[in-house]
T-cell receptor, first 113, second 114 residues
Framework: NAGVTQTPKFRVLKTGQSMTLLCAQD?????MYWYRQDPGMGLRLIHY???????AKGEVPDGYNVSRLKKQNFLLGLESAAPSQTSVYFC????????????FGPGTRLLVL | KQEVTQIPAALSVPEGENLVLNCSFT??????LQWFRQDPGKGLTSLLL?????REQTSGRLNASLDKSSGRSTLYIAASQPGDSATYLC?????????????FGQGTRLTINP
């Protein structure tokens, strides 16, 4: 039981490049989330999913897209990276939504030059 | 707009002391409040979750209280140990514009000195 895993752990991009962050969970959770963590800003919700095939916007969705084609995977895409997207990205999952404990992945550090 | 504040931003205490971390929020219409710990370079680990109808939750040496009317929560750590050194985050769940959100504080960085 690996819990929540994220790929890659670290990435450097140039402005305008694209990339996809992968989140996988093996706990059969319905809900999955993507957050970004910035110094002085705390964690902020980017997008979330309440089940396979669904996505919803969070607090800071602009510049990101997501997909939940399989229940166990939640992908976060950056189509044209900007320096403002330099951050640490965390994925999380929970069984029945925000009222339950969320389990977090180890994070992906992204640097956009 | 819901704001979650944690004071102090950093705290350093000798091993063995009991300590209290504070979390305040501006909108009392919350569904629940969670305390997390985050170790350097790692993800978040949930410590305690308090539903809005509850006053406190306990797990081992940890006790979290919630006072919705005053917009405050505290995390009490008894007999602190060096292994407790981490950043502690609180987060409140609420509804914003018809959607559920989890709003985080910026955290308190705790150092327990041997």
């Amino acid at each position: 039981n690996a819990g929540v895993t994220q790929t890659p752990k670290f990435r450097v991009l140039k402005t305008g490049q694209s990339m996809t962050l992968l989140c996988a969970q093996d706990m059969n959770h319905e809900y999955m989330y993507w957050y970004r963590q910035d110094p002085g800003m705390g964690l902020r919700l980017i997008h979330y999913s309440v089940g396979e095939g669904t996505t919803a916007k969070g607090e800071v969705p602009d510049g990101y897209n997501v997909s939940r084609l399989k229940k166990q995977n939640f992908l976060l895409g950056l189509e044209s990276a900007a320096p403002s997207q330099t951050s640490v990205y965390f994925c999380a999952s929970s069984y029945l939504g925000f009222q339950e404990t969320q389990y977090f992945g180890p994070g992906t550090r992204l640097l956009v030059l | 707009k819901q704001e979650v504040t944690q004071i102090p931003a950093a705290l350093s205490v000798p091993e063995g002391e009991n300590l209290v971390l504070n979390c305040s929020f501006t909108d009392s219409a919350i569904y629940n409040l969670q305390w997390f710990r985050q170790d350097p370079g790692k993800g978040l680990t949930s410590l305690l979750l308090i539903q809005s109808s509850q006053r406190e939750q306990t797990s081992g040496r940890l006790n979290a209280s919630l006072d919705k009317s005053s917009g405050r929560s505290t995390l009490y750590i008894a007999a602190s140990q060096p292994g407790d050194s981490a950043t502690y985050l609180c987060a409140v769940r609420l509804m914003i514009q018809g959607a559920q959100k989890l709003v985080f504080g910026q955290g308190t960085r705790l150092t327990i000195n041997p």
